[in-house]
């Protein structure tokens, strides 16, 4: 098996949205603000190689959308999901399966496209089955208003149409020796993806951990829906992860890709940070 990271460019988000309550003082101590209160972010995705199977794990905002939207978030950096592919050797035909953890346009833009100098869209991985939770896909159809703003009929209804979208209803193994679970406090029917290789675990945790800060139990973003259903599921699957050493992988974190975790007195913290290639 090869796990590797991709990198598909970076935005800028409102300090106070990712934190929370936190108050500024603590978290711009770790996440720099600008003048405008906004911090740095990563859009990290991930490729996982085992034998005939090339998954990919969401896939960016892609570059559909109207900049009247995407000005809001500041998109910027030279990375792209081609460029990153391509830097390992492949092509979007290549994917077998891309696997979305929810369907807000920054995790599953990079699905579908305009073909080149017109308005008709194509899919970007036309080999792939893709998969989502029916829990977050019937979320996306009926959206409350909070979310409907970041759920967009082009970058889906086109995977729908062609068959080659695969709905999951239940937590467990996807495909041998990846595991995925239903979270339901950033959004309904969220999936975080538990990658076991050999003797370690590393789990994508996309928006219900974001960053390293976010370990912390009381960091909660402004972004979840339901922060005491986010502040539950949170204590539980991190005293699962210290007790089966599971390895975080953070979405949006711009400066730690990856953490190990460890009990302390104060409850569970980060323990090291590094890049996922430093495993391999």
């Known amino acids: 098996m090869q796990i590797y990271s991709i990198e598909t460019g970076n ?3 409102d300090g106070g949205a990712m934190f929370g309550v936190v108050p500024k003082f603590m978290w711009n101590k770790k996440y720099p603000a600008d003048e405008n209160n906004l911090c740095d972010c990563a859009l990290r995705s991930m490729l996982v190689v085992d034998g005939d199977r090339r998954i990919l794990i969401d896939n ?7 900049a009247s939207y995407t000005s809001h978030y500041h998109l910027w950096g030279d990375d792209t999901l081609q460029s990153s592919l391509n830097r390992l050797g492949f092509g979007f035909e290549d994917i077998t399966d891309v696997i979305f953890t929810h369907l807000h346009f920054d995790h599953c833009g990079g699905a579908t496209r305009y073909k080149t100098g017109t308005k008709e869209l194509e899919l970007v991985f036309p080999n792939a089955t893709h998969w989502v939770s029916k829990t ?4 996306y159809l009926n959206p409350n208003v909070r979310e409907g703003d970041s759920y967009f009929p082009e970058n889906m209804m086109p995977i729908f149409e062609a068959g080659k979208l695969n709905l999951v209803e239940e937590d467990g193994e996807l495909f041998r020796n990846v595991e995925v679970r239903q979270f339901n406090g950033h959004t309904t029917g969220l999936l975080a993806v538990l990658v ?13 951990i974001p960053t390293l800060a976010n370990v912390n139990l009381k960091w909660i973003a402004a972004y979840d829906l339901f922060p005491t259903v986010v502040l539950r599921e949170k204590e539980a699957f991190l005293k699962e992860a210290v007790e089966k050493n599971y390895i975080l992988f953070f979405q949006h974190d711009i400066q730690y ?5 460890e009990e302390t007195p104060r409850g569970i913290k980060p323990k090291e940070s590094f890049k996922l290639e430093s495993l391999f």
């Open 196 to 208: 076991h290789d050999e003797d370690k675990t590393i789990a994508f945790t996309a928006d219900f």
């Open 257 to 261: 890709e990856c953490c190990s975790l």
């Open 60 to 66: 960016g905002t892609g570059d559909k959308q109207a």
């Open 136 to 139: 977050q896909w019937e979320n």
């Open 11 to 13: 935005f800028k988000c």
